[in-house]
């Protein structure tokens, strides 16, 4: 069981940039797509970003694309979300999550490891 440890959320103001990290433990990083996913209250959990093992194909979900960059460092055994121009509806938690698969998903069904997530609040 890999563990996946989140940071780097906090208080922002709309506009304003976070960079999230995801620690990972374990030796096997590389193999494994990566993703965040958010959860806002009341609301379901829904994709954000992922990316593949070799970190040459990213995936975003479309309210993010232009504005959030997804990347990795696989030496640090680290995923990171770039998040620039926030709104205030992407208040939530972030979760970081490892794929089942080389490749990253936009499905939650395809992540079989979570971490305990960050908040990110967006003031207006």
């Known amino acids: 069981q890999v563990q996946l440890v989140e940071s780097g959320g906090g208080l922002v103001q709309a506009g304003g940039s976070l960079r999230l990290p995801c620690a990972a433990s374990?030796?096997?990083?590389?193999?494994?797509?990566m993703g965040w996913f958010r959860q806002a209250p009341g609301k379901e959990r829904e994709f954000v970003a992922a990316?593949?093992?070799?970190?040459?194909?990213?995936y975003y979900a479309d309210s993010v694309k232009g504005r959030f960059t997804i990347s990795r460092d696989n030496a640090k055994n680290t995923v990171y979300l770039q998040m620039n121009s926030l709104k205030t509806e992407e208040t939530a938690v972030y979760y970081c999550?490892?794929?089942?698969?080389?490749?990253?998903?936009?499905?939650?069904?395809?992540?079989?490891?979570w971490g305990q997530g960050t908040q990110v609040t967006v003031s207006s």
């Open positions: 999550a490892r794929s089942r698969y080389n490749t990253g998903s936009y499905y939650r069904h395809d992540y079989d490891n």
């Open positions: 374990g030796r096997t990083f590389s193999s494994y797509g």
């Open positions: 990316i593949s093992g070799t970190g040459r194909n990213t």
